[in-house]
């Protein structure tokens, strides 16, 4: 992956100090993977590991503070960050607790308020406890909740951000293109998650951290299982959705196909859900709501004669496999330039069975852009020699 | 991956109860998706989206109660677990809090205690926000920390776990195994990480979360690092240092190479390294400390003439690459018959320059027993056209 681009982040730094300038936050603290990278551009798989709490106090103006485990000083050092303050970790009696207290109280006056992500779709990254001998130690400084400052900020994506998630699109796009070389009848849906994969890293992927799927006679009755040893059978419908990695980027998109054969209650699902796509791909622009896309999909699968299944029809997509928006009735975030977003819409398909279609996209000043190259108007049809 | 077995998991879940009584827990709630999976069996990829919160409640006597997102229904339905109650989430106004209140209020007495891991390798995974509101919402209840208690059980694995878990190792093992065949001088480090996953995957992996290692003149400054575009030259050590998947299960171990040549230095580094590990491989057994166990590698490393670095000599494995305990000075755990641990001592190989060798084994009646098949004595050395 190319060096971490120190412009690119001290812009992201800057834009987040505003934010916080708007807010009446001394500092913000980050404990979170993507939003320790979004700032440091900071980028490691070790956060796999959940035994160190790690820090970035980003102070209302100045540079970030990294408050580290020392087993990734060497690798925050080649980022633009040039305070980096770090402990021996794991020391559960005190681990890095101090060394964060202190660099609290340096950017924030007694009284101060210090921003971190509570809200929606955000975790403290540290032990419960931590945080709250943390409050102690800092009191009388208040902790409030920053997530609109920090979502303010990630949810809109620069030109580098875009190209590593347009990557990561061509990287499973490839997979999916190989998927009839390898997915047939009497495969077992095992073997073809681990091909599936394979086949991502062979078109590009750093890694491949999600992929989940169903398949099942007419559709699928759940989206999030992972393999079985079940083999497909002759009137499936396979769905393969996966989260494919290119520095640090996800793509987030499933492709159907049937097994064998298709039939018409499949055939019209699927259909469907090529108008659903088509109507959020004319819909999708700045200026309207995530709420008012939802309902474009939400419509044409109506007008298309199926019956849309609960849930979002989409999200955010970045440095997560998922984020904010949710496009979904009552999200009423408004969508902005530069925002991308996946399209999701879902159909019953049969009794107990369901079909959904997912692509990705980035809005522009014209309105959708696709970084997915889209799934065929037609349900294609594995027959183990290829499509038929 | 096999359905979950019901008898394991309610095993598991009498277990806990038992350590919720001497700690005079009324219940337990778990929101990480190890603590979920331990109880319940629910395995799914789908915990990359950080979107939507999860709750299983684990009452003193009974069986737990799942609080999820409607997602997640159908596969929690798969397993054990007859009490499931779900929401459609995201719903940011009220995700899950109301019916987990309930949840919880049926399971403590207003004044009772209401356990959830908060301290050290813990992670309330939730919106920060929300688990203040929960709190005000089953005062006079309290919350108190159940890190105790739940790492007493999670660390002694069964022996379906330490077959998932050495099953993961021989899927790596297989990746090391091919590692002459794509890794020699001029080979691009990203094009090597690839590779190996790959590798990984073909040798049975269900996926691979964790890939780190470097790659450097006679040793590496970092073991953390994602991987570059640089191309192997003469004269590096490469590590590579993987977690890989099976039935839910990491391995966690690396090994060294050396890229067309080995010096004498990287030679007796690597020398010392395995003479550490001969010394843990005798000393780890039941009854003796964390520490001790780390004690007896570090001095086998002076012994040898070598120098050992700070940080821990390894730790907990199994549903997650890092668990409690840590094989380093002032962890006074005391080792039992169960548990499966990481041994991996590391030597300052050079100025600037360190080496690490990793094994995972498990601790039977009997002392030590492998999971890992063991690093070659001597410092292998890639030449191109395989070992030399």
Redesign the interface.
Known sequence: ?PLPDAAEHRRRTAALQREMQTRDLSAILLTAEPDIRHVTGF????W????RPWFVVVPAAGDPVAVIP???A??MAKTWITDIRDW?A?A?AD?GLSLLAEALREAVPAGGRIG??????????????D??RLREMLAPRVFV?ATPAVRAVREVKSPVEIASIEAACAAAGAAFAAVPGFAAPGAAL?DV??DF??GC??GG????????GGAGPGGY?????????APLAAGDVLMIDT?AVVDGYFCDFDRNFAVGRADDAARRAYHALYAATDAGLAAARAGITAAELHAAMADAIGRAGGAPI???FG?GLGM????WP?V?PGDETVLREGMVLTLEPGVHAAPGRIMVAEEDIVLTAHGARLLTRRAPPDLPVLTGGGLA
């Open positions: 992956m980028l490691s798989r070790f796999e590991s959940p035994t020392s087993i990734g060497a690798l021996p794991p559960p681990d971190a992500p509570m809200g929606p779709e955000t975790v403290l990254r540290m032990p419960q406890a945080f709250a909740d095992r998650f681990r994969q394979i890293l062979k992927a750093d890694w491949v951290p999600y992929l989940a009755d759940d989206v999030i299982s992972p393999a079985t040893a989260g609960g849930g979002r999200h997560q496999l998922t984020e949710s979904q």
